[in-house]
């Protein structure tokens, strides 16, 4: 329930980062100027008491997240991934939130499954282990089905974890308006729209129906991928709040040296980490959004085997094309073309100058593409596109804050494997690819036969529409005065009707 009431919860957050440490910290971690760690310090202090105390065994920052709930657990998950950020301490640190969370009984997990599907656990199952992973939202057990014998991964949430969030989230649209309303020059970023997104993503995530569906399709479209697996799901021992997935065994793609042991390349799989991303994004426009360490695992063959599918991203055809093209300017060096992209997509308002922006761009990618291999970050493009954009009055794009978000997730996994990786030279090669496929004259002759299937669908509408059209001017409204002739336009509707039928029918003949 929003409201003012959230105001505590916000109070509290503060408080529990004082409390604990972590806001120390985080400001260390993040390099804060001195003078936003003491403002910081002195208006964290006089609350400092109202803070949750957390597990007095775990680093500060880890404690506090913890203590204070499931959506700040979720972004400690993605600071987990960016070493680079907030350094390879604090980032080792926030990796026990990805898999290695407190988990809940036991017992309690039986009775929601028996609940669920309707039968026993012993029933279903002729081996239910303890928890073997615990994470923000749910738990994970081994089982072996009874029926089959096939050894399977049995996911379970949380209970209560539906309230927790929508309390965390709450409290995370009050923030939103707070900082619109003291900060008017944030609106361009729609902060509360941010929020909403968010929620709509999280929530998704806490019905594992719609991750058993994905986790199905994902899979369907990712079949052909070398050096890639996904989990199948098993439907009829999936629910709401329980989940079944064929067993993934294999090492944590956060263990680098159980990777080294099974005799794996890591720079090679930090690339394909990446390139598996980029492909899955563009080429169908459906991709795993939640790529930490903590969902992957390298299999004893090599392959890459990805889980947890409560958060997946999707775009449609004309914003991959969009990205792609934004992308492939950038590593062509082209800017002008970027900014075109940026002006033809309506990202940037068309009242201003395209060349002065495409000046901007070339200063927020040049210094980047400057650097050796361990500072191109696709973290640092972002951060100096904001700057940019923020000049032009660039909206915040929310349907494009997932990929992102993802984006820099991704970067992060495989400079863990590899600190070294280029991500340009890793990422041409299949925007490339994209942009070959998707804007060339093939591409075309696509999209016209696609346009040309879907108008022939309503052939069989237009003699009737020309008749009804007809008879209307034949015998037009007693109150309007009717046209001596047939206007000319009418003609030409049924004259290119009829050409369009025509021509629609030729291309599905050939």
């Not at 309707?118 to 199952?125: I, K, M, N, R, S």
């Amino acid at each position: 329930m929003r409201g003012p009431h959230n105001l505590w919860r916000l109070i509290r957050t503060g408080a529990t980062f004082e409390r604990t440490g972590a806001m120390r910290v985080v400001l260390e971690a993040m390099n804060a100027p001195p003078r936003l760690r003491i403002l910081a310090r002195v208006m964290g202090w006089p609350f400092k008491f109202l803070g949750l105390r957390g597990d007095s065994a775990l680093p500060p920052v880890t404690r506090a997240l913890t203590a204070l709930g499931p959506a700040y657990i979720k972004f400690g998950q993605i600071l987990s991934t960016r070493p680079d950020i907030v350094g390879f301490e604090l980032a080792n640190q926030l990796r026990y939130l990805q898999d290695q969370l407190p988990p809940f009984a036991t017992d309690r997990a039986r009775a929601m499954i028996t609940a669920e599907l309707e039968q026993p656990v012993d029933v279903l199952f002729c081996a239910f282990s303890e928890p073997v992973a615990a994470a923000s939202i749910a738990q994970v057990h081994r089982a072996r089905i009874a029926k089959t014998g096939e050894d399977v991964a049995v996911k379970v949430l949380r209970p209560g974890i539906v309230r927790a969030f929508r309390r965390d989230i709450d409290a995370f649209y009050l923030a939103a308006g707070l900082i619109e309303f003291a900060l008017p020059s944030t609106r361009r970023l729609r902060p509360t729209e941010v929020i909403a997104h968010f929620e709509g993503v999280v929530m998704g995530e806490l019905d594992l129906r719609l991750e058993t569906a994905a986790a199905a399709e994902f899979a369907a479209n990712t079949e052909g991928d070398a050096g890639f697996r996904v989990p199948r799901p098993v439907w009829h021992l999936s629910g709401r709040n329980v989940m079944t997935l064929g067993w993934a065994e294999g090492a944590s793609l956060g263990d680098n040296d159980a990777i080294d042991a099974l005799g794996v390349d890591r720079m090679e799989l930090g690339e394909r980490v990446l390139r598996l991303f980029l492909k899955h994004a563009l080429r169908d426009g459906y991709f795993h959004a939640d790529m930490h360490q903590g969902n992957l695992k390298v299999g004893a063959d090599g392959a890459l085997i990805a889980y947890d599918f409560g958060i997946m991203g999707q775009l449609d055809e004309y914003t991959r094309r969009v990205y792609a093209e934004i992308l492939f300017g950038f590593i062509r060096k082209d800017y002008r073309r970027v900014a075109e992209v940026h002006f033809e997509a309506g990202y940037v308002p068309a009242d201003r100058d395209i060349d002065e922006f495409a000046r901007a761009l070339r200063s927020v990618g040049e210094p980047i593409f400057g650097m050796d291999a361990t500072g191109i970050s696709m973290a640092r493009l972002l951060s100096y596109l904001f700057e940019v954009t923020e000049r032009f009055g660039m909206e915040t794009r929310t349907e494009l804050i997932l990929l992102q978000r993802t984006m820099v997730v991704v970067e992060g996994v495989a400079r863990s494997l590899n600190p070294s990786i280029n991500i340009w030279h890793v990422a041409q090669p299949v925007v490339e690819d994209y942009i070959r496929t998707t804007l060339g004259p093939a591409a075309l002759a696509r999209d016209l036969a696609k346009a040309a299937r879907m108008v022939s669908r309503f052939g069989p509408h237009f003699p009737g529409l020309v008749e009804s059209t007809l008879l209307k001017i034949r015998q037009p409204d007693p109150a309007a005065t009717p046209p001596k002739t047939t206007p000319a336009w009418v003609w030409f509707f049924a004259g290119a009707s009829f050409a369009w039928a025509a021509f629609t029918t030729v291309l599905l003949m050939l």
